[in-house]
């Protein structure tokens, strides 16, 4: 497993951008499909975006479609999450998640086995 660690989050206003951040442990992270979650508290982890080991295949849930970007630089064992034309409804906790036995798909939470410890994203209206 790889150790994961978030930044970037924070309180912006409707419309705005935030890039978030991942930083991955380990020397063989370019063998990891990664991806972004997301939770308010009451709701079940929500898939966000994931990406494949060469970072040439992504997938976003539908909600995120046009608006947020994952991308990957494998020589810095970093993962991102681009989020531009924020919305309220995007508030949550962010999390990273990481895992090298499946292939980059809309998956779920189960399918991951190393997650971050999350970063706060406020969107205001």
């Known amino acids: 497993q790889v150790q994961l660690v978030e930044s970037g989050g924070g309180s912006v206003q409707a419309g705005d951008s935030l890039r978030l951040s991942c930083a991955a442990s380990?020397?063989?992270?370019?063998?990891?499909?990664m991806a972004w979650f997301r939770q308010v508290p009451g709701k079940e982890r929500e898939f966000v975006a994931t990406?494949?080991?060469?970072?040439?295949?992504?997938y976003y849930a539908d909600s995120v479609k046009g608006r947020f970007t994952i991308s990957r630089e494998n020589a810095k064992n970093t993962v991102y999450l681009q989020m531009n034309s924020l919305k309220p409804e995007d508030t949550a906790v962010y999390y990273c998640?990481?895992?090298?036995?499946?292939?980059?798909?809309?998956?779920?939470?189960?399918?991951?086995?190393?997650w971050g410890q999350g970063t706060q994203v406020t969107v205001s209206s």
């Open positions: 998640a990481a895992d090298n036995t499946v292939a980059a798909a809309k998956l779920g939470p189960a399918d991951f086995g190393s």
């Open positions: 380990g020397r063989t992270f370019s063998l990891y499909t």
């Open positions: 990406i494949n080991r060469s970072g040439i295949r992504t």
